[in-house]
């Protein structure tokens, strides 16, 4: 099988997430003995701004770090008979230019002989909703949506049994347990300050449950202005910026306890979907307190594989419980793990995808 994926960013993961996910998606496909290739726009918003700051040495890491996979650029005007040459299976993500969404529809509709599936990773469906709308989904075979209030939208709009919940999950081989590490932090977190998307959230629960503990500790992500970063430097968290994903589980491993605070329209359009940071995190088996998010799908056993906090108060007395509880903390390390490795790897999800793809006939790909 020949996949071909297109992406708004497969070498850069500067403010993407979906990165993250679909790299891991790909090694493990890769890893079967099947061909795949990821398209992305050369001058796509997330790869110029890491350009920007990193330079080309950040596409060396990239190549160096995933040697396996392939992962070509497009201009203005892509030449579908390259983009799409031999392929079975065509994942197009939902950040891709509208145009380009349309124009490969068009051609599964004129006899194109591959799956056309359509990856929603984002809350626009709701809080862009025009715009999700207007996107020309005629030939897309099936939806994937990661998560299942995300489906129920797509079946809203009459995709019926032709949208599938598929959420992210960690990539394995890559987060995993650190040996050797000495744990010097107590709390890391990662992510990015974003559009007022969670500025309020961070404060409550990350800047303020850090300065009253009186917390060491390391901040990572980019796009955070000035007054967010006076904040962290008052509470005693020194801001790193961006961190290449492929190297959080060394970031992990050199502190005690790590935090998830969601955004804001996650939490209230679109529950039971976590970030990509919570399955990481668990991978690598560091301890984790989450911010108020309701798991109605069951992904996760909160309370054994994480800790829940309400508001700050709770997040304070949480960190502290961790942090003063080796047993505790061992437990949470044990139980996270677990989870992660019983239902949420890229493993996992690929096993999801070809059961998938055997409904519309690639009955060799089946579990």
């Known amino acids: 099988m020949r996949l071909v994926l297109f992406t708004h960013s497969l070498v850069s993961d500067w403010n993407h997430g979906n990165a993250h996910f679909l790299r891991g998606v790909l090694r493990e496909i890769t890893a079967r003995g099947h061909d795949t290739i990821a398209w992305e726009p050369a001058d796509g918003w997330s790869r110029s701004n890491l350009l920007e700051e990193e330079g080309d040495a950040a596409v060396t890491r990239f190549e160096r770090q995933f040697p396996e996979l392939t992962v070509r650029t497009y201009g203005a005007e892509p030449d579908l008979d390259e983009l799409l040459d031999g ?58 949506a990661f998560g299942e209030v995300l489906a129920d939208l797509y079946r809203q709009r009459g995709w019926g049994r032709r949208v599938f919940t598929w959420h992210e999950a960690a990539d394995l081989r890559l987060f995993r347990p650190q040996s050797g590490t000495h744990r010097s932090q107590d709390l890391a977190w990662i992510g990015n300050w974003g559009d007022g998307e969670r500025g309020e959230e961070l404060t409550e629960f990350l800047v303020e449950p850090a300065a009253r503990l009186g917390l060491s500790g390391s901040a990572f992500g980019v796009r ?144």
Request: net charge negative.
């Open 87 to 144: 392929a079975d299976v065509v994942l197009v993500h939902e950040w891709t230019d509208p145009a380009l969404i349309a124009q490969i529809g068009r051609r599964r509709l004129a006899g194109g002989s591959f799956t056309l599936l359509f990856h929603d990773t984002h809350h626009r469906a709701l809080s862009a909703a025009a715009e999700i709308d207007a996107l020309e989904l005629e030939g897309y075979d099936a939806v994937l």
């Open 224 to 367: 955070y202005p000035e007054e967010a970063l006076q904040q962290l430097a008052a509470a005693g968290l020194r801001y790193y910026g961006w961190l290449p994903n492929a190297d959080v589980p060394q970031a992990f491993a050199r502190h005690r306890v790590t935090v998830h605070i969601p955004r804001r329209p996650y939490v209230r359009d679109l529950p039971g979907i976590p970030t990509i940071r919570v399955f990481e995190a668990l991978a690598c088996a560091i301890p984790l307190v989450c911010a108020p998010w309701d798991d109605v799908e069951g992904l996760f056993r909160p309370g054994e594989d994480f800790l829940l906090a309400r508001d700050g108060d709770e997040m304070t007395a949480q960190l502290r419980r961790v942090l003063s509880d080796p047993e505790l903390s061992a437990e949470l390390r044990r139980n996270g793990l677990e989870t992660v490795r019983a239902r949420h790897g890229c493993t996992h999800r690929v096993d999801e995808l070809f059961d998938i793809l055997a409904t519309f006939g690639h009955r060799e790909l089946a579990q």
